[in-house]
T-cell receptor, first 113, second 115 residues
Framework: NAGVTQTPKFQVLKTGQSMTLQCAQDMNHEYMSWYRQDPGMGLRLIHYSVGAGITDQGEVPNGYNVSRSTTEDFPLRLLSAAPSQTSVYFC????????????FGSGTRLTVV | AQSVTQLDSQVPVFEEAPVELRCNYSSSVSVYLFWYVQYPNQGLQLLLKYLSGSTLVKGINGFEAEFNKSQTSFHLRKPSVHISDTAEYFCAVKGNQGGSEKLVFGKGTKLTVNP
């Protein structure tokens, strides 16, 4: 049982480049979300999805796109990377039935130079 | 909307001492409350959660938390800490209404256990 799998674990981008952070879960969870973690800021919600074909913005969505074509996958796209997007990104999922906790991936550490 | 305030950004303690990590929340609806732990260079792991019922919740690794509705608090405690408890701890909240799945985190408390 793999849980939530994020790839890559590390990435260095140049300003202006685009890339996709991958997230996959094998628990048939309805709800998936992306957070970014910055020192002293905790985790801030970027985008989330309550099911296949349904996505919505979180607290800090600018510069990021998401799609949810399947229950298992929830990729995060950086359209034109900026140094302010240097961060650790976490994907999380849950059954989406209120009381369930989230399962987190191990994170992607992104540096934009 | 919900918000979370973790009152201490850093808490240093000596091994075998008790510790309390403080968390206050704000919400216009009833909530579920969570504590997560993050060890260095790892993801987040669920320590415990409050859903309903008994206000004292026990979690993994000897941690417990008490929900206080009147004070809107959910403080985390451990009677005797170990070096291995050194980590960052996050309090989180989400509304318990149907369809309310967004989990809001506090800024975290770094617990350092010294020998």
């Amino acid at each position: 049982n793999a849980g939530v799998t994020q790839t890559p674990k590390f990435q260095v981008l140049k300003t202006g480049q685009s890339m996709t952070l991958q997230c996959a879960q094998d628990m048939n969870h309805e709800y998936m979300s992306w957070y970014r973690q910055d020192p002293g800021m905790g985790l801030r919600l970027i985008h989330y999805s309550v099911g296949a074909g349904i996505t919505d913005q979180g607290e800090v969505p600018n510069g990021y796109n998401v799609s949810r074509s399947t229950t298992e996958d929830f990729p995060l796209r950086l359209l034109s990377a900026a140094p302010s997007q240097t961060s650790v990104y976490f994907c999380a999922s849950s059954y989406g039935r209120g009381s369930s906790g989230y399962t987190f991936g191990s994170g992607t550490r992104l540096t934009v130079v | 909307a919900q918000s979370v305030t973790q009152l201490d950004s850093q808490v240093p303690v000596f091994e075998e001492a008790p510790v309390e990590l403080r968390c206050n929340y704000s919400s216009s609806v009833s909530v579920y409350l969570f504590w997560y732990v993050q060890y260095p260079n790892q993801g987040l792991q669920l320590l415990l959660k409050y859903l309903s019922g008994s206000t004292l919740v026990k979690g993994i690794n000897g941690f417990e938390a008490e929900f206080n509705k009147s004070q809107t608090s959910f403080h985390l405690r451990k009677p005797s800490v170990h070096i291995s408890d050194t980590a960052e701890y996050f309090c989180a909240v989400k509304g318990n209404q149907g369809g309310s799945e967004k989990l809001v985190f506090g800024k975290g408390t770094k617990l350092t256990v010294n020998p």
